[in-house]
């Protein structure tokens, strides 16, 4: 089993930046990919980026030029660094630890955009 625990979400108006974290624990493999997809009311979940082990990024396009996803392996820690936020980034976002196949998820953390 793999646990998820996220922090950084909250309240800011638009242009404003917020950084969220999540560290995995558990049954960690080395060789993973972790990130953050996002789920807005009434939405489907949706990717923001993921980073694999290897250092590898992929960003939705709504997130491209504004949000920065890094990870720390040693520290298994994924790092999701949101600037010049806007009010459609408002949604749950969700940490996801993936690997040989098996996905897990965070609680998820809110963030709310306001105009």
């Known amino acids: 089993q793999v646990q998820l625990v996220e922090s950084g979400g909250g309240l800011v108006q638009a242009g404003e930046s917020l950084r969220l974290s999540c560290t995995a624990s558990?049954?960690?493999?080395?060789?993973?990919?972790m990130g953050w997809y996002r789920q807005a009311p009434g939405k489907q979940r949706d990717l923001v980026a993921t980073i694999s082990s290897g250092g590898y990024t992929n960003y939705a396009d709504s997130t491209k030029g504004r949000f920065t996803l890094s990870g720390d392996n040693a520290k298994n820690t994924v790092y999701l660094q949101m600037n010049s936020l806007k009010p459609e980034d408002t949604a749950v976002y969700y940490c996801?630890?993936?690997?040989?196949?098996?996905?897990?998820w965070g609680q998820g953390t809110q963030v709310t955009v306001s105009s």
């Open positions: 996801l630890y993936s690997t040989l196949g098996r996905s897990y």
């Open positions: 558990g049954s960690i493999f080395p060789i993973n990919l």
